[in-house]
Structure formats: C-alpha cells, structure tokens
C-alpha cells in the first residue's frame, strides 16, 4: 500500500509541478510548441509529405486520401525524415523546456540544440528503440524497465554533454528508484491524449470546428504540459542526485596527511 501511495504522489508531484510552470510561462512554452510545429511542417514539406498532412488533418476524409495516394518512396523519405531530424526537434524542445523550468530564459534557438551533436542524438535514438524493442519482443516487462531506465539518455546527452555510453548510464543512474513513478507519469498522458485523440475523430464526423478545438487542446495544452512534467522529473532527480553526491563528500572523512 505504502510503495503504491510513494508511486502515485512522485508523478501526481511531478504533473501538479509540470501545471504551475505550464500556467506560469504558457506563452513561452505554447511559442515553443508552433515554433516546433512550424519546423516539423518545414520538415515535411521538405520530404515532400505537406500535401498529404493537409488533407490529412481536416478529417475523416483526408486520412483515407493518404493510405490511398502516398508514395513508397515517400513514406521512406518520411520515415527517415521523422527519425533523424523529427527526433532531434522533440529534443530540442524538452531542452528548450527545461530551461523553463530552470526559471531561465530560453530561445527558439534551443529547440536546434541537439542540431550540434546529430549522430550522437540519433545513435542514443537507435540505441534506446533497440533496448526497448528487444525487451518487448522477447519480454514485456525487461522492455518497460529498459524504457523508463534510458528514459532520459537523450536529454542528459544534451544537457551534461556527456558521450552517448555515459547518457545512458547516467539516465539509468537518475531514475533507479523512480522507475515506476515515471511510467506512472508517462502513462496518464498517453491515455489522456488517446482519449483527446478518440473525441476528436468523434466529433470530427459533425464539426470540423470541434475537431480542430480537441486538436488544440491536445498539441497545445497536454502535449507540452506532459513534456514539461517530464522536465520537472528529472531536474528534480538531477538535484537529488547531485545533492547525494555533495553529501558523501561532506561526510567522507579528511585525508590524513603525508
């Protein structure tokens, strides 16, 4: 009972959190959001998919459109698109983010930092998929402990500018012990933006208007709000683990002279 109250009040701490700096700096955080928009429109344009995602996000209709008409060739364009650049644009923005959260100022410069380091970011990228996959493949439960222990190996390589090994074994290190409150965490979200996700293909039937309502509501209030609490997460853990590391040199004894 205990262990499940300790669960839930790190991620309800987290997403409250996640809130207060989301109502705090809405315009900065929303800015980030179109700014993000706007690059992954850019990006699509220039994989040649714009005029599928249009038609494509007015409804119904537009969706049948794209599984009938979108070119092979497109869909690899797309693909590799979405899992080199698209990759990096996410980060840049839960590093943009967490500057926010940092109470610093950020710009929309931020959202390009993981441009600096590209095959670093993508080798962490592929390395995660492949941990995760191979456990969900072979086992369930090894894949989502893989998943919440490399959680953030992505951010640590931006933010400590550490080698893609090191990423990994610090996101390890940081969440051990929080584990279940950050699949906790993930997982609320992921079930509200499905169920944000459900209306709007229902209400999409009668009005486009409400359509694009939910769809707002979804990309511009619980989307950057999950990547904020996600932020908020691990600047939290990222102080505790440094205030344990200045606690164990404060209590390791003198070295005794020569």
């Known amino acids: 009972m205990l262990a499940r109250e300790v669960l839930f009040m790190g991620a309800s701490a ?7 700096v989301y109502r705090k700096h809405w315009g900065r955080v929303v800015l980030g959001a179109l700014a993000l928009f706007g690059f ?19 409804g119904p209709a537009g969706s049948v459109a794209l599984e ?3 070119p092979l060739w497109m869909l690899i364009a797309l693909a590799i698109l979405n899992l080199t650049v698209g990759v990096m644009l996410y980060l840049g923005y839960q590093y943009y983010l967490l500057r926010i959260v940092r109470g610093e100022r950020p710009t929309i410069y931020d959202l390009l930092s993981p441009f600096r380091r590209p095959l670093a970011v993508i080798a962490v990228a592929v390395l995660y998929f492949l941990a995760v996959g191979l456990g969900l ?17 992505d951010i640590v390589l931006i933010d400590r500018k550490f080698a893609v090994i090191e990423s990994f074994r610090g996101s390890s290190s940081l969440t051990r012990g929080y584990r279940g409150s950050l699949f ?19 209400v999409g039937r009668e009005s486009l208007g409400a359509a694009i309502a939910v769809a707002l509501v979804s990309n511009l209030v619980i989307t950057p709000w999950s990547f904020t609490s996600l932020m908020c997460a691990y600047n939290d853990l990222l102080r505790e683990a440094y205030s344990a590391e200045e606690s164990e040199v404060e209590q ?7």
């Open 68 to 70: 009938e008409d979108i």
């Open 14 to 20: 987290w997403i409250a959190t996640g809130w207060h």
């Open 40 to 58: 992954y429109l850019l990006l699509m344009a220039l994989g040649g998919g714009l005029a599928f995602i249009m038609p494509f996000v007015t």
């Open 252 to 258: 390791s004894p003198p070295t005794p002279p020569v």
């Open 184 to 202: 906790l965490l993930y997982a609320l979200f992921q079930v509200a933006n499905a169920v944000l996700e459900l209306l709007g293909r229902a």
């Open 137 to 153: 493949i072979f086992l369930v439960i090894p894949g989502i402990i893989a998943a919440m222990a490399f959680f953030f190996a």
